[in-house]
């Protein structure tokens, strides 16, 4: 038997997600790869998608977008990256449905996993890296990022933010990481001593962030939280800044007077790791999944696992996921 994590229903992800059983997948067809998942990642995306996810199907919705697991077969005649063959350790994303014990996968969304790649980072190695890539690209795309423009973001503990760090002082680009607490901002420096780092707990962190500056602009935010904290970046940017929105963790909406996105010349963008999927050209793609594998190689100390569980302790590993002030990414292992 297969067991795979579904939904019904959108809701509290704790409370609508459940695993169920069904029969083992066939032969892989022309086109696909048969995967045996070792590990898959909850990544906020995800339990995001839960929680949106319209009415009530009445039909089981499958779970998850990546996975790291081992082949077991190639479909007949199936063109697969380099390294892809029976045997071999893999990536799967995107594949929705991903968080199952056997996963029948587009060959596309197949990426061998490096040499000396654990398990744990290989679970994590695309999304989060595609986000921080694409992330990087879209904050360079204002003239003065890698010049003499601050990129500023939030939420810099995450997964996604370390890695953003991370990447930030690989190409010279000069960042003020922004956190919750005291405690997260002493464990960033430990991490990276030569990036301030501003609490939202201390009450004048804004003026933090413009004394880091130092005088330069404060060109590009990054911001997964939306809200209040989304509001404060908006003053912290430069006439002709840009807020770049990928996440929505915050429950109330983002309040701008108009006034201030004309006086300021202010652009306001949304992006998701979705939007690549739908909107980025192959090429592209390939590209940033490259990338996403150097930086799995590079930089493996940023990859931390916050907790590790079996399906049958769902509920408590999605509570582990969404618990606030974790280090590091939660995954499951099913079998």
Not at 219 to 225: N, Q
Not at 277 to 299: E, F, G, H, P, Y
């Amino acid at each position: 038997m297969n067991r795979r994590v579904v939904y019904t229903r959108g809701g509290s992800p704790a409370n609508v997600l459940t695993v169920i059983e069904e029969p083992e997948p066939a032969a892989p067809q022309t086109g696909q790869v048969l995967v045996r998942v070792t590990a898959f990642p909850i990544h906020p995306g995800d339990l995001q998608a839960v929680e949106a996810y319209p009415g009530d199907s009445g039909q089981p919705v499958p779970a998850g977008v990546e996975a790291t697991g081992v082949v077991e077969a190639v479909g007949p005649g199936t063109p697969v990256a380099p390294g892809v063959e029976p045997g071999a350790r893999v990536t799967v994303f995107p594949h929705p449905g991903a968080w199952s014990q056997w996963i029948t996968a587009a060959s596309r969304a197949v990426v061998a996993v490096p040499a000396g790649v654990s398990d744990e980072v290989a679970a994590q190695m695309l999304v989060n890296p595609i986000t921080a890539v694409m992330l990087r690209r879209e904050a360079e795309a204002h003239a003065s990022i890698g010049y003499d423009g601050v990129l500023l973001q939030t939420a810099a503990g995450s997964s996604v933010g370390r890695l953003l760090t991370a990447v930030s002082l690989a190409h010279d680009i000069s960042l003020v990481n922004v956190v919750r607490s005291e405690r997260g901002a002493a464990e960033l420096r430990n991490r990276f001593p030569d990036v301030p780092v501003a609490t939202t707990e201390h009450e004048g962190w804004a003026d933090d962030v413009r004394g880091a500056a130092d005088g330069r602009p404060v060109s590009v935010a990054l911001d997964p939280i939306g809200g209040k904290l989304a509001e404060s970046l908006v003053d912290l940017l430069t006439p002709g800044g840009t807020l770049i929105c990928y996440g929505q963790m915050a429950a109330e909406p983002i309040s701008l007077p108009a006034s201030t996105l004309l006086h300021k010349s202010l652009t306001l963008r949304g992006m998701t790791v979705g939007h690549w999927m739908s909107d980025t050209s192959l090429d592209r793609q390939a590209s940033d999944v490259a990338a996403a594998k150097l930086i799995a190689m590079a930089a493996k100390d940023q990859f931390d696992v916050a907790g590790t569980y079996g399906l049958g302790d769902l509920a408590e590993a999605v509570e582990h996921a969404q618990r606030p002030g974790k280090v590091g990414t939660v995954l499951i292992r099913p079998w």
